[in-house]
């Protein structure tokens, strides 16, 4: 493992390897040779002013921002999954289970400050069309802060056709694992960077959430929802994505086909879920890569991905971020005390698939710690034992 | 005699007609007509000895011949019971000239009868009318009046699976309340007592045994009062000095005696910067008493106004107005709509009767609603009629915003709550109800106020505690601990 402070011009470069893939999806063939990344982590204990110092820090281990979003429009997906009105015990999602808002607001600031011209804030919330700004309000965020974090910021909930006039087709490179494609809100496509800010916790289904697994809610339950209709996206959202976890029935003929829907209803695997959703992770994040990858781990909580899963608080007091989503992620499990090159029956993947090893294979990225770099707190100083507390 | 709106109602079934009311029903046994008989002896009495209940409800005359028993029967039991500072209540169900069963309670000393309809008639006792949901008004209603198609609350039992609940098309466990009802007939018959008539379930069923002190706590919350009505399981205990059935009753009379010690919370108004307008009768009657219903299960704090009463006074501070019906404003109530507008506020109805050069913008693409700016506020016209309550309880919500919500509950699982303010505008009252049989457990309750502590009060302890919020800007929560039934949060300053 390197520990580094790498230089812009090694950043620019990584990103342009990344956006290379994209460009490149059609022909991409799997299991290809990845490019070696960088991440960064910081230690920081609580969300006060301090984040923005910390995150900004950050960003200039990575070679800074300027490069990536001046004069471009960036798309946030946040990490906000459940209802709003959940909490484990009295204590807010934003430290427990989603992304902090002071981590949104400095994120926002951040990437203005970098010169990024248009800034929108994106989620699909749980079952439900309603604007993301009144689902903020309902988990008590204020969505003025953040539009006040910089000059033009925008919110979309992206659960369902939203504010465009069609959904955006993303082709798999290479085919895909479980969809040749996934139909999706415009947001993703009418964006030149995109960011995943997601939490550092675990996952029931995929082992881990971090910031590829924050991805699986970029897909609209208009059409990969329960309550989708056969031939075509519904209108608004009904049902969570049940059918990624439990294999019981394929989107509207609409969306792009299953790449083996023998795989599903009847065929379905013992454990749908454990096959299914780290396979459409890894796809989502082929087809729609991640340009900068944000993972909030000041406080959290083990167990799952939120209260429903039965978890406990805790203060890892660390922040990650890469250009690279795979290989954050892969930063991100060995800070939480997991070795990245598990897969399944090991810990975090006792019964499912490393998305991890899904997204290397499809070219996406390395969860090699080998062939990445680390920058600031190194990791053997920072790990928190997400099994261990 | 008057009616006194202080009396706390008791059904108090026993004698030769409820006896041949169950022999006719085919649920009468030995043990039943045991018991039926116990409860007409004067010895009875003593299980009311030390609670605030004072005033029971016996059968009078059926029209059958049973009635002149009855009221024979009666007659030690009343004696007793006048003793003993407890007022009875006849309920007289005769098609005919109710006249003579009225004189003979009067003789007998009742303090009042309850009739379905007294046309016009006037008698020499005190009546407290029974009437339809429907035909609740100020007119129609005596000083204290009594309904019948109520629901028993708690958590919808045609949408349990077991012991679970399920949630419904709204993500939200069903529950029946009569709260919105309540806060209904305290708008259309002002001043007056309303007496929520309604049997608890059937107390065989162990899954879901009856909530007693949710049925006292879910009318007294929103200023009604339930004629407490045992079931037959209950008073059997009771009759045999059952253990458990002192332990339920128990809990009852501690529920009641709660809300008689807090009685000064009757005087509180319903909060709310949404006012629900409606004549909440006729056709408009199913949507508009569906939205109440479903605005409350979205903790939607919304004041109700009827629609013939003027609007002047009562759109200070106000952010909203549904109009709910399908006719126009009136002349007056269009100036005074459009004022309203134009000083900054939201009218949300289904049909645009602003100025016609303003056109419509779209505000969201989730809401079937084109906006018009208006001066300073806006109208927000439906696409189309209003049709499913529902939605138009999602959509008023949004449109009027979260951020101008009261209260929030988290974790709320099948909480519900009110929020009240004193007439002075210096204390403030939210009150809290589980309607599931499990006690809810870590919920957080958000008011819309910076306030660093509250009085919380349980039915289960005599005094308050003193209950410490947390800020979370622009309110404070407040950490409840595990809430079997129902808790109260009183908060006092200039702020609230």
Known sequence: MMTTACSRRKFIAAMGATAGAWLARPAMPLARTVPASRVAVGTCHEYGPEVVGVLGNMFDQL?????????????????????????????????????????????????????????????????????????????NWEPRDFLGAAARVEFENTNYLGNGKKYSRFLVPGGGLMFKGYDLNHSYEDCDVFVSLAKLKEHKTAGVTL????????????????????????????????????????????????????????????????????????????????????????????????????????????????TNCVATDAVGMALMGFDPMADRGTPPFETCDSTLRLAEQLGVGTRDLNQIEVAGTPIAKARFNFRSV | MNLDSKWVPMKWPCGPLEIARRNKAKSLNADLKEMLEACGQPSSLELLKGTPINCLIVDWANGKPEDSAQQQALKPLLDAGRRLGISFVGKVALKEGPGAAVAAGRAAGLSAVMLADASGQSFDLPAILQLEREKVSAETASTIFSTKENAWPGLNLDTMNGDTAMAGPTASPWVNSNGWFSLLAGKLAPGKTLWLDFDPPDSSSLLHPANYGLAIADSRAYGSRWIITLDDGLRAGLTKGNAQAKGVWGKLCEAVTFFENHSEWEAFEPQGILAVISDFHGDNAYLAEEVLNLLNRKQVQFQIVERSKSLQARTQGLKAILWLDKEAPSAEQHSQLLDFVRQGGLVIAAAYWGPPEVKPTRKDPSLQYMMYNVGEGQMAVSEGEFQSPDQVAVDTHLLVSRRNDLVRLYNPESTNCHSSIDPGHKKRLVQVLNYSLKPADSVTLWVNAQVGSARLWRLETRDALTLQGVAAAPGSDFGLPPLPVYCALEFEGSNL
């Open chain 1, 211 to 322: 910031s590829m697994k924050n991805c699986f809610g970029i897909t609209p339950c208009t059409i990969y929802g329960d309550g989708a209709p056969e031939d075509e996206p519904g209108l608004v959202p009904l049902g969570g994505r049940g059918p990624f976890h439990a294999m019981n029935r394929l989107p509207p003929k609409s969306a792009p086909p299953a790449v083996n829907a023998n795989v599903f209803l009847s065929n379905a695997p013992k454990d749908p879920g454990g096959y299914c959703v780290p396979r459409v992770v890894a796809d989502l994040v082929a087809a729609r890569p991640v340009h900068l990858a944000i993972i909030d781990g000041i406080h959290t909580m083990t167990g799952g991905e939120g209260p429903w899963t039965g978890s406990r608080y805790v203060q890892p007091g660390l922040l990650v971020a890469g």
């Open chain 1, 63 to 139: 070679g800074g921002l300027e490069e990536l979003v001046r004069g471009k429009t960036v798309a946030i997906k946040l990490n906000m999954t459940g209802l709003a009105n959940t909490r484990l015990g009295y204590l807010p999602p934003g430290i427990t289970y989603w992304v902090h808002p002071q981590v949104v607001g400095a994120t926002v600031h951040l990437l203005a400050k970098a010169g990024a011209r248009r800034i929108r804030l994106l989620e699909s919330p749980w079952v439900t069309a309603e604007p993301l700004e009144e689902f903020m309000l309902h988990a």
